[in-house]
Each structure stands twice: as C-alpha cells, then as structure tokens.
C-alpha cells in the first residue's frame, strides 16, 4: 500500500499544477469527504454520514442524512434566529462553522409473535440508540470526523440470554466512525481511520461488499452497521468518468502482515456505470467482484457477482436426527446423528445478483417505483434440516443462508399530497426451502426534525430461515428442559427519532 500511495501521489503532483488558494471547487454534499469532487460514479455508497444511501432506501425513511437546507441557522435551529441561541451556536459562528455537532436519537419499540402465542411468548424488544458526531473542516482541503454511538434496549437486564444462552447486553458504547481526510494535489483524495465504506447495486444482498465484515440486513430500516479501520486512496479522473481506489485493511491488524488490501475500478460508460474490484489478505479470502447498472428503455437494471477463494468457513452436509428418546423424551449424545463438517478452502465460490427497477410516473410529481431481485448464493444450503445444527454451531447467517432467493418491492414517496409520508412494501423469498417474509414500512415527517415510522412483517411458508423454529429435546447429562423455539407470525415496531 505505501508504493501505492507514493506513486499515486506523485502522479497527482506531476501531471497538473494545482488550482489557486483562491479558487476552490465546489463544495460537495455532505456524505462526502469536502476536499473531493469524483467523477459520476457507479453505486459509490463511501462515507455515508447516515448509513450510506442508495437509489431506493433500504428502509421506509428515505433520508439517510440528518437534514439539510443549505441554510446553517435553519439546519440547526429549525428557523429560529442563531444569534439569539447563545452557547455553542455562538462558538460554531465565532470559528465560522468549521466545526458542526449533531446527530441522531432514534427510539424504538418492537414485538415479535410467534405462532399459538401465550403472552409470555410475545417478546419485546427496545433497541435505542443515539449517534453524535463531530465534523471539522478547517479548510476545504482537510476534514476530519468523529461518531459515536450508545445503544440501549430497555427490554434487557443486566445478566440477560437470548432463547439460545448467548448474553445480551443492555448498554453498548461503539466508535462509529473516525478518520481524518485530505487531499495531495487536489488530485489524490486519502481518508485515514474509522470510516463507511460499502459496495454492491443489489438492494437486498450485496456479495461485493467486500471490506465490511458483517452483512446487510436487507430489510433494515436503514444501515446500522458501524465503519471499518481503513487507509482509503481515491484517484477520481473527471475528464473519463473514472474513480480508482486503493485500500488498506487495517481493522484488527496487529502486525504488518496481517494488513489487507483492496481495490475498486467504476467507470461511466453513457448510461452504464462499471466497477471492479478486489480485496487479498494473508489469513484471508481472496475475493474478485464486477457491478453493472444500466438502464434499457424505461428499465434500470443493475448485477453483481462475486467469487472467493480460500474461504475458511466450516461447511455442513449430511444429516441431522436427535435420534430414539428415551421416555422422558430426552436425547443421548449415542444416539444423534450429527451432519459431517467439511472445507471448500480450494474452492471458487460464486455469488450473483440480478435486479431491475421499474419506476411509474403517475403524475407531474409523483411516481412509484416497482423493484425485484434474484440471488444466487453457492455459498448457501439447499436443506433446511442442517439449520438447527448450523445454529448451534454459531453458523445461521440471515439472509445469505439459503443457496437460492428472490427479493420484490414497492416504494411509494409522497404519494399526491402527502408529500411528509413514504410507504415501502418488501418480499423475500428464501426459494431453496420455500420460506417467505413480507413486511411494509410507513413513515412521516411529522415536524421539522422528528420523524415516526412503523412496520409490520409477516412470516410464512415452509418452516425454514425465514419462519424458523426449534424443537431440542433435553440431552442427559446437558440439559433438563427441552428448548423450543415457536416459529414467528408476525413482527410490528413502532419508533421515532430527531436528527439535529
């Protein structure tokens, strides 16, 4: 990574002199590092202040940023006069806004039922939390930026498990995001620390997101994965609709060899928008990755694919029988028949994503946009009875478990004069063992900076990922009681927030 960096440097010094002092270039959005001003390119989800943002929104609630109007006393007051605020408003005009503070609270309630409830079977869950950031931008060549977040579920106690012995905490301290971004030549963009970086064009799955270790959840109200310790490198070439990056992983990194690298090449083509990329490692996959979006006619169509060599996961195949019970109804350990662990390390593992978009104007304002999506997933499997072992062995991975998908969705902003309200409406389908979840999500602005939204998702089909449920009978010698797990019905939420 450092030839990289000192050769990509020393190109931006070369080619051109840079602009006068005096004469900056625009300023870009706020998701954006502000020394950098890339050429268009294709899905480039990096920096998100919010949780990244994408053609259609990941949840309801469209807007992943805290609000802006481009007015400064407006944004940070909702109208009220800033010199009349006293406080840090006053100290944030005396360094002429080269520090902004703000955030997000987002408070929640949600209740999952299973089917033939009791009520000690509805659970409830309060999963709040509060983001704060700090932004300074003393000049516009140089940012840095800081944020963090409290988590809270008021439904947990201190000591509390998870139907499946895992501890759950109540309270949770993270670091977010910290990095400190700058530019050499005004050619060469580099961003140094804690950031969000994410790639894909899939809405529901993303197998070319290679540097964050944890995935998507596909029917998230928005984002809430946190950053990932890089050194980023970002050439953008304007005149040829080019961006270049070059990566260094250095998220848990305790000596110079354990240190990652990647790489991404997008590239606008007309209406095509291109990227490449990769991502190496010593102890790690080797992955390789393409994306294309286009629009054909009325359509948007957009694809990924991946491949992965050298995948350490422990795979599963066989089967899985808790076998005779004695007449307690418990299980012995000499009689379960347990499934064979086995590696696919030499093996290229494919993933693929197709998906089409097909927006409806219904009027001079308004439209309705109409989506689907197929995944295909080698990585996954096709029989549902592994699943209970594959849970007990820490390997149940929502939403990239199944070898086959298939994803569908309707989202509705400001439908006529309801310009304040948004409703989107999702299916997946888990095709390989026929199981099905939809859910609709609703919000509204209801004041300047308060938002509400509300959802309700539905569970059906086969049991199987999507409709999941257990039935352990007790083991002698390990357990006394068996374990059942009701597969879920339905799950309502209901949460508001304030971003400032």
Request: glycine letters at 10%; hydrophobic letters at 40%.
């Amino acid at each position: 990574m450092i030839p990289v960096l000192l050769a990509l440097s020393g190109w931006a010094l070369a080619e051109d002199p840079p602009p006068p002092a005096e004469a900056p270039p625009p300023s870009p959005p706020a998701d954006v590092p502000p020394a950098e001003a890339p050429a268009p390119a294709p899905e480039n989800r990096d920096d998100a202040m919010f949780g990244g943002a994408s053609d259609v929104p990941t949840g309801a609630f469209p807007e992943e940023s805290a609000p802006t109007t481009g007015d400064r006393d407006t944004d940070l007051m909702s109208g009220g006069d800033i010199s009349q605020a006293g406080g840090i408003f006053d100290t944030l005009e005396a360094l002429d806004q080269r520090v902004t503070i703000g955030g997000r609270l987002y408070l929640r309630l949600n209740a999952a039922i299973p089917e033939d409830p009791e009520p000690e079977d509805v659970t409830l869950s309060s999963p709040n939390f509060l983001d704060l950031f700090v932004d300074a931008r003393p000049n516009d060549r140089v940012r840095g930026y800081v944020q963090g977040r409290l988590t809270q579920n008021l439904a947990v106690q201190a000591g509390d498990t998870d139907v499946y012995g895992t501890t759950v905490a109540p309270t949770k301290v993270l670091l977010d995001q910290m990095w400190l971004n700058f530019d050499v030549g005004r050619k060469v963009f580099i961003t140094v620390g804690r950031q969000r970086v994410k790639w894909g064009a899939g809405r529901f799955w993303n197998p070319t997101d290679f540097l964050q270790p944890s995935r998507l959840d596909p029917l998230a109200f928005f984002d809430e994965r946190t950053g990932v310790g890089l050194v980023k490198v970002h050439v953008p070439i304007e005149r040829t609709g080019t961006n270049l990056y070059a990566f260094a992983d250095i998220e848990g990194a305790d000596a110079i060899d354990q240190v990652g690298a990647a790489w991404r090449l997008e590239q606008v083509v007309g209406t095509t928008e291109v990227a490449l990329s990769g991502s190496v490692g010593k102890d790690r996959p080797t992955r390789l990755g393409a994306q294309v979006s286009t629009a054909v006619w009325i359509l948007d169509l957009k694809a990924e694919a991946a491949i992965t060599h050298g995948l350490t996961t422990t795979f599963y195949r066989g089967g899985f029988d808790w076998g005779p019970l004695d007449d307690d109804g418990a299980a012995s350990f000499l009689t379960i028949e347990t499934p064979e662990s086995y590696t696919r390390e030499d093996e290229w593992i494919p993933q693929v994503v197709a998906g089409l978009e097909f927006p409806i104007r219904y009027s001079d304002e308004d439209s309705v946009t109409i989506g689907a999506e197929y995944f295909y997933n080698d990585a996954g499997y096709d029989d549902a009875s592994l699943y209970p072992w594959l849970v007990f062995n820490d390997a149940f991975t929502p939403f990239y478990l199944g070898r086959h998908y298939a994803g569908a969705y309707v989202y509705l902003p400001g439908p006529g004069e309801w310009d304040d309200h948004t409703f989107t409406a999702s299916t997946i389908a888990n095709l390989s063992d026929k199981s099905f979840t939809s859910r609709v999500d609703y919000s509204v602005r209801a004041l300047t900076f308060l938002s509400i939204n509300a959802y309700a998702a539905g569970h059906y089909g086969n049991v199987g990922e999507l409709r999941f449920g257990l039935d352990v009978p007790p083991i002698l010698g390990v357990t006394e009681e068996p374990t059942v797990v009701k597969p879920p019905l339905l799950d309502v939420g209901l949460g508001a927030q304030i971003t400032f």
